[in-house]
Nanobody, 127 residues
Framework: QVQLVESGGGLVQAGGSLRLSCAAS????????MGWFRQAPGKEREFVAA????????YDADSVKGRFTISRDNAKNTVYLQMNSLKPEDTAVYYC????????????????????WGQGTQVTVSS
């Protein structure tokens, strides 16, 4: 079992940056692939980025490519989402999630592929 707690959200102006963190409990954090999703008001939750257990494989949604970077520190049981050049359309609740699946085998871009979820952190980008 893994418990996930996100932090780092807040209000930022367009063009600014934020770094989200997701702290995981448990000793098996390094066994999980990790992902970030987001949900804007009135919209379905969507995939943002994912990273393999080792950190060696990463991929991002087209909407954030070149602006957001996912990373992880297995020694700290933490996954990060560095968000640069933020836009008002990035406003959403951001969730981290843990998957027993392997990115090396198949992309993990769908909610059903994840086993554990955090409660989310709000990111608001003003224009």
């Amino acid at each position: 079992q893994v418990q996930l707690v996100e932090s780092g959200g807040g209000l930022v102006q367009a063009g600014g940056s934020l770094r989200l963190s997701c702290a995981a409990s448990g000793r098996t954090f390094s066994s999980y692939s990790m992902g970030w999703f987001r949900q804007a008001p009135g919209k379905e939750r969507e995939f943002v980025a994912a990273i393999s257990w080792s950190g060696g494989i990463r991929y991002d949604a087209d909407s954030v490519k070149g602006r957001f970077t996912i990373s992880r520190d297995n020694a700290k049981n933490t996954v990060y989402l560095q968000m640069n050049s933020l836009k008002p359309e990035d406003t959403a609740v951001y969730y981290c999630a843990a998957s027993l699946g392997r990115i090396e085998v198949r992309p993990l871009a769908f909610e059903y592929q994840y086993d554990y979820w955090g409660q989310g952190t709000q990111v608001t980008v003003s224009s």
